[in-house]
Each structure stands twice: as C-alpha cells, then as structure tokens.
C-alpha cells in the first residue's frame, strides 16, 4: 500500500497503526525481527531534511531492515537523466520509497507507476501524511483517548504548511476536537478549509484568531509552523514571522497544554521556550521513530 495522502486513512487505520506499535516493540524486544532481514527501504529526497529521512533511516534499522539513500548531487540527472527513469531505476533496487519532492502531486503521480509502496515524505506545499500520524500520535500520547476532546490552535504559515494540511485531514476524523488558527500575516488558510472546518467540527464563531483575542483557557495544543519562504514566490506581497511563540505567551495557556512544531524552527518559536514545561517539540521527535516503524509495516504488508 502507498501512503500519499491522509485522506486515504480512516480512523480504524489510525488506530490500528497506534496500536501496532506495541507489536512491533513486542517482537524486537524477543530479537524476532528477521521479518525484514531482507527488506530494503529507499530514501530519496528531492528536498533538504533532517528528521523525515533520518527517522524513516531509523525506524527501518530498529525493523531489522537495511537503508539506501539516492543522493540527488551524485546522480544522473546531472547527465540529463528524466525524473522518470530516475524513479524507475531507484524502484528496482528496494521494497518500500520514501519520497520527498518540492512539486505538488509528484509523488502521487509516482504512486500510479511503482511496483512497490511509496511513502508521501511531502510534496510541496501539499501533504506529508507520515508527518501528521506522527503528530497526531504525539497527541494522543499526552492525553490518551480524551485527545478526541482537545483544541488545537495552529500558527504561522497555515497556507503553505503541508504538515498542517496533512493532520488537520486527520484530525477531521475527530469532530469533537476543535480547531483554531493564528496565521502569519497573509498566509491564512483557505475559504474552502475553513468552511470544511466549521462545518465538520461544529464550530460557528470565528476560527481565526489575532494575538489579542485567544482565549487561552480554550487551548490545549499549540501548533506552531515555521515561514515557508522557499513556497512563496510571489514579491508582491511583504512576507513575515509576525507572530512569536514565546514563554509569555505559553505561560497563559493551561499548565497541561502542549507545544508542538514539526521544525526545524526560525523565529516563530523562541528557544527559551526549551525549557517549558509545555514544550513538547523534542518528544515529537522521539515518537517519530515509533509511528515510522508502524508505517513501514502497514504499507509492506498491505
Ligand atoms: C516539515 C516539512 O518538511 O514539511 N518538517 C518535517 O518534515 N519535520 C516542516 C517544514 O519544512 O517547515
């Protein structure tokens, strides 16, 4: 099975793949991982990253599996190689493709060729479905299954985040959950999502927020994105990080309430924040290797 949008998972998907966790740790714990002993994940990224491919890497080795990494500088394209047969070739020498492209749809398109399972690691500014299980995932183990009752509030560059994109599907699944957004200035979510959002979670006030009227009471999660600025290409229109997560503002937020960012992080979130109870970016992290290992199962064996 492919993973390439998160529209393709249901809520039965998403609990099985929490709860296939524990199985998995189950039987790496009784050595019995030769089940992908000859197994062999490729990484190939087509943009910069750190934790996506580094997690999948990882996820993959504590599998019992084997990694190999296309480097994009070193390649054929620079022979004047087409994307295509780049992709036809990588997919000959491996089981699973993680893939990461800076075109929306790419890797859909892909999906619809490949003779083994292909893993969205984003595309564009459109999706990064393993990325929002990942944070979905990181909220349920902070609240268990009372997650299904929390606000979440998502900051920053709403209109070009694929991660926000990605988990606000998946989050959709869950109409009492709530949703709130703090966007930078023009770089609102769309009409459309927010029609979508009112809608489904039932909420009829006005779902965007301004740093004067948050209701920090109301909030649990605080979801903060970094400026895309690779994504906006238009100079028209003045860009920048005019919102700042800092001590201050998350010291009004309720003592149990989270913060959370995919990262990496600029301005938008302050490093004294570190050291907040309420910080919760660096335990994301962590629980990335654990939904991946899940992940990789799911996609192999279905
Ligand atoms: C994000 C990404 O690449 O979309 N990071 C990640 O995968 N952890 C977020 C970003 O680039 O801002």
Do not use: W
């Amino acid at each position: 099975m492919h993973l390439v949008t998160s529209d393709q998972l249901t809520e039965k998907d998403i609990t099985y793949l929490f709860n296939n966790i524990g199985s998995i740790k189950q039987y790496n714990k009784f050595g019995d991982n030769v089940k992908y002993g000859n197994k062999v994940l490729i990484n190939v990224f087509y943009e910069y990253s750190t934790r996506t491919s580094l997690s999948f890497e990882c996820a993959m080795n504590k599998l019992g599996g084997k990694v190999i990494t296309f480097n994009k500088e070193f390649s054929s394209i620079h022979k004047g190689e087409t994307f295509e047969d780049t992709i036809r070739t990588i997919m000959c020498y491996g089981d699973i493709m993680v893939i990461r492209h800076p075109e929306k749809g790419m890797v859909n398109k892909i999906a619809e060729i490949s003779t083994i399972p292909i893993i969205n690691g984003g595309d564009g500014n459109n999706e990064h479905p393993s990325q929002s299980l990942l944070d979905l995932y990181s909220i349920y183990k902070k609240y268990d299954s009372d997650f299904v009752n929390k606000t979440i509030l998502f900051v920053g560059d709403i209109l070009n985040s694929r991660t926000i994109h990605s988990l606000i599907k998946l989050i959709n699944l869950y109409p009492s959950m709530k949703i709130f957004f703090l966007p930078f200035d023009n770089l609102h979510p769309s009409e459309e999502m927010i029609k979508n959002i009112k809608n489904i979670h039932n909420q009829s006030g006005n779902i965007i927020l301004n740093m004067s009227n948050i209701n920090y009471n109301e909030i649990d999660i605080v979801y903060c994105t970094r400026l895309q600025k690779e994504r906006n290409t238009n100079d028209n229109i003045l860009l920048n990080e005019n919102i700042i997560i800092n001590n201050e503002f998350a010291n009004k937020l309720k003592e149990d309430a989270i913060i959370m960012h995919p990262l990496p992080r600029n301005k938008e979130l302050d490093i004294d924040l570190d050291n907040n109870h309420r910080a919760y970016y660096f335990e994301q992290i962590k629980l990335g290797v654990d939904i991946r290992m899940s992940i990789i199962d799911y996609c192999i064996n279905n």
